[in-house]
T-cell receptor, first 111, second 116 residues
Framework: RKEVEQDPGPFNVPEGATVAFNCTYS??????FFWYRQDCRKEPKLLMS???SGNEDGRFTAQLNRASQYISLLIRDSKLSDSATYLC????????????FGSGTRLLVRP | GAVVSQHPSWVICKSGTSVKIECRSL??????MFWYRQFPKQSLMLMAT?????????EQGVEKDKFLINHASLTLSTLTVTSAHPEDSSFYIC????????????FGPGTRLTVT
């Protein structure tokens, strides 16, 4: 089983739509989670940190279900500029400093 | 805040030569910096973790004598790719954790290395 599993997409949605990404992780010892976005040929940029059951920042809401080892990201009122790859990144529970990167979910927002 | 820079942003070199990449935290002190590599359409792969003033910790399968890491200060880490080969061509990205913050890593803009 992969350490982080995400639907690679692409998710193709119209502007203004609400879209949700799901992520499952294998290490139950992971305590902290992050959502990063990565544009093509660019570095990852931190979108949100999740230390408890969830977090909300403007149009973005993350929810964590530790029992199911599942974390989601909801984007409301999608903008064209939201088009990117979204990376669900658990902190390695065994090391407390390594981030575990998967391949992410690609989002395309169309006009 | 939490800005990380990298230099150069891209470099082309010949096989057998060495290339040095610099990673700087501009507005914070970073006790720990990380070096990643990313091939096209693949996820980031951690190469090594460096702590200021001590030897880097390399991930399994990463040759420490080929990828030399120096973390001489709280704001600067360097990665030197020695005796570069075409298969070393990749996108190299550094990240840093703040000394006083949480577990978030802030990434530099990356260096695109092409070895001919």
């Amino acid at each position: 089983r992969k350490e982080v599993e995400q639907d690679p997409g692409p998710f193709n949605v119209p502007e203004g739509a609400t879209v949700a990404f799901n992520c499952t992780y294998s290490n139950s010892a992971s305590q902290s989670f992050f959502w990063y976005r990565q544009d093509c040929r660019k570095e990852p940029k931190l979108l949100m940190s999740v230390y408890s059951s969830g977090n909300e920042d403007g149009r973005f809401t993350a929810q964590l279900n530790r029992a199911s080892q599942y974390i989601s990201l909801l984007i409301r009122d999608s903008k064209l500029s939201d088009s990117a790859t979204y990376l669900c990144v658990p902190l390695d529970g065994d090391s407390s400093y390594k981030l575990i990167f998967g391949s992410g979910t690609r989002l395309l927002v169309r006009p | 805040g939490a800005v990380v820079s990298q230099h150069p942003s891209w470099v082309i070199c010949k096989s057998g030569t060495s290339v040095k990449i610099e990673c700087r935290s501009l507005d914070f002190q970073a006790t720990t910096m990380f070096w990643y590599r990313q091939f096209p359409k693949q996820s980031l792969m951690l190469m090594a973790t460096s702590n200021e003033g001590s030897k880097a910790t390399y991930e399994q399968g990463v040759e420490k004598d080929k990828f030399l890491i120096n973390h001489a200060s709280l704001t600067l880490s360097t990665l030197t790719v020695t005796s570069a080969h075409p298969e070393d061509s990749s996108f190299y990205i550094c990240s840093a954790r703040t000394a006083s913050g949480g577990y978030e890593q802030y990434f530099g803009p990356g260096t695109r290395l092409t070895v001919t």
